[in-house]
């Protein structure tokens, strides 16, 4: 999952009336280039090291530029901010039958310290937002469940969330997000350095694990989760303790190398992972199974909102479906361009597509006819000219797993 609707590159002003995270002055002060996103003044990238004043803490200044940023997370670690996603909490006797009721995936079987990617549908089974759902036990031993959506569909969740709530009188929702922080470190080197961090060493946790432990006896949920396509970990913070945890991880990772990086490298690691990002392969227009999620759907032995909906589309086969692109030659092709095929006739549109900094080729993801997905070769049209495009499987990258 990520975190909005809009483009990485889409940078219009900032203006005053945007929110900012509990790490905005550190972005500032090392040099982020601000951009609007999802309701938030968010980095999308640094300057480079020689163009910023001096570091004040010890820590490391980022390596600067999204091509950099992106490459320092394939090879050692990146930090990202990610405190603009919404963090729901739920408590109460029935907590996990609502999400249950309201998630394509099951959760009445969620173990504690389990975490699962799932999505909210409408009865159509259009996606309203992708999401992760997380059960946890505080050391005290109160168990509650973790809503993890999309900054872009927070309003949106929030209010679609309300009424349903209403069937479920002992469940209470509180939203988390302004009171907390949450931070991203992914990279192959990530959980060597963040296992000397935390009471207890998160490399025990599997993947689509989390648990709640402790930095110098302040609370940090930690869950073994990420959307880079690398091995890491994503931290849920008191927002007054988000500088302090920020900057011991990249202290700590000094060393070995770890940097800051922006939104723009996050979206160019997601494709090359081939993980989808809402507002361009999921919206509401756009169900679970057509997008290749179907390990997300559970629809054996239970009903939740759009599950009749999602079974006759799995019954009868999905209209469109969501595949993989090599572009020829160094032209990305960009969302929105038309997808051809081999007679030049439309059959889908570009969802996201740019140049791949791992593989030094252009990439990209398009939503096309069914019927087609089979095809050996497409077309793509890029600002009036066509280019060869050839399918491949999703993901592009693949991470080497030891």
């Given at each position: 999952m990520?975190?909005?609707s809009a483009?990485?590159?889409h940078?219009?002003?900032?203006?005053?009336?945007?929110?900012?995270?509990?790490?905005?002055?550190?972005?500032?002060?090392m040099?982020?280039?601000?951009v609007?996103?999802?309701?938030?003044?968010?980095?999308?990238?640094y300057?480079t090291?020689?163009?910023?004043?001096?570091?004040?803490?010890?820590?490391?200044?980022?390596v600067?530029?999204?091509?950099?940023?992106?490459?320092?997370?394939?090879?050692?670690?990146?930090?990202?901010?990610?405190?603009?996603?919404?963090?729901?909490r739920?408590?109460g006797d029935?907590?996990?039958?609502?999400?249950?009721?309201?998630?394509t995936r099951?959760?009445?079987?969620?173990?504690v310290?389990?975490?699962r990617?799932?999505?909210?549908c409408n009865?159509?089974?259009?996606?309203?937002d992708?999401?992760?759902v997380?059960?946890?036990?505080t050391p005290?031993?109160?168990?509650f469940?973790?809503l993890v959506?999309?900054?872009?569909?927070?309003?949106?969740?929030?209010?679609?969330?309300?009424?349903?709530?209403?069937?479920?009188?002992?469940?209470?929702m509180?939203?988390r997000?302004?009171?907390?922080?949450?931070i991203?470190?992914?990279?192959?080197l990530a959980?060597?350095?963040?296992?000397?961090?935390?009471s207890?060493d998160p490399s025990r946790?599997?993947?689509?694990q989390?648990r709640?432990?402790?930095?110098?006896?302040?609370?940090?949920i930690?869950?073994?989760?990420?959307?880079t396509?690398?091995?890491?970990?994503?931290l849920?913070?008191?927002a007054?303790?988000?500088?302090r945890?920020w900057?011991n991880?990249?202290?700590?990772?000094?060393?070995?190398?770890f940097?800051a990086?922006?939104?723009?490298a996050?979206?160019?690691?997601?494709?090359?992972a081939?993980m989808?990002?809402?507002?361009h392969e999921l919206d509401e227009?756009?169900d679970?199974?057509?997008?290749?999620?179907?390990?997300?759907?559970?629809?054996?032995?239970?009903?939740f909102?759009g599950?009749?909906?999602?079974?006759?589309?799995k019954?009868?086969?999905?209209?469109?479906?969501?595949?993989?692109?090599l572009?020829?030659?160094?032209?990305?092709?960009?969302e929105?361009?038309?997808v051809l095929?081999?007679n030049?006739?439309?059959i889908g549109?570009i969802t996201?597509?740019?140049?791949?900094?791992?593989?030094g080729?252009p990439?990209?993801?398009a939503?096309?006819?069914?019927?087609?997905?089979?095809?050996?070769e497409f077309?793509v049209?890029?600002?009036?000219?066509t280019?060869v495009a050839k399918?491949?499987?999703l993901?592009?990258y693949?991470?080497?797993?030891?």
């Amino acid at each position: 999952m990520t975190d909005s609707s809009a483009s990485a590159s889409h940078e219009p002003a900032v203006t005053d009336s945007l929110a900012k995270t509990p790490l905005d002055q550190w972005h500032r002060r090392m040099g982020g280039k601000m951009v609007p996103f999802a309701g938030y003044e968010m980095p999308i990238q640094y300057a480079t090291p020689e163009s910023t004043g001096s570091a004040e803490t010890g820590v490391a200044k980022p390596v600067g530029g999204i091509v950099a940023e992106h490459h320092a997370c394939r090879n050692k670690a990146a930090l990202f901010d990610v405190s603009h996603m919404g963090r729901l909490r739920f408590d109460g006797d029935g907590a996990a039958e609502f999400l249950d009721h309201i998630l394509t995936r099951r959760v009445t079987d969620l173990p504690v310290g389990g975490v699962r990617y799932s999505m909210v549908c409408n009865a159509e089974g259009g996606v309203l937002d992708d999401v992760l759902v997380s059960h946890l036990e505080t050391p005290s031993e109160r168990r509650f469940h973790l809503l993890v959506v999309n900054a872009s569909n927070r309003a949106k969740i929030l209010k679609w969330i309300e009424p349903h709530l209403a069937d479920f009188p002992t469940v209470t929702m509180s939203d988390r997000t302004e009171l907390t922080a949450m931070i991203a470190v992914q990279g192959p080197l990530a959980m060597e350095v963040c296992k000397k961090l935390f009471s207890f060493d998160p490399s025990r946790l599997k993947n689509y694990q989390a648990r709640i432990t402790d930095q110098f006896a302040k609370p940090v949920i930690v869950s073994r989760t990420g959307y880079t396509g690398e091995d890491g970990l994503e931290l849920i913070v008191r927002a007054e303790e988000a500088m302090r945890v920020w900057e011991n991880i990249l202290l700590a990772g000094r060393d070995a190398g770890f940097t800051a990086a922006g939104l723009g490298a996050r979206d160019t690691l997601r494709m090359e992972a081939g993980m989808p990002l809402y507002g361009h392969e999921l919206d509401e227009t756009v169900d679970p199974i057509s997008a290749g999620l179907n390990f997300a759907v559970n629809l054996p032995n239970r009903q939740f909102i759009g599950s009749e909906a999602l079974q006759q589309i799995k019954q009868q086969g999905p209209a469109r479906v969501r595949i993989g692109l090599l572009p020829e030659g160094k032209r990305p092709a960009r969302e929105g361009c038309g997808v051809l095929d081999q007679n030049g006739e439309k059959i889908g549109e570009i969802t996201s597509g740019g140049p791949s900094p791992t593989l030094g080729v252009p990439i990209a993801m398009a939503m096309v006819d069914a019927k087609h997905a089979g095809d050996s070769e497409f077309q793509v049209d890029i600002r009036g000219r066509t280019t060869v495009a050839k399918p491949t499987k999703l993901p592009f990258y693949r991470r080497a797993v030891s």
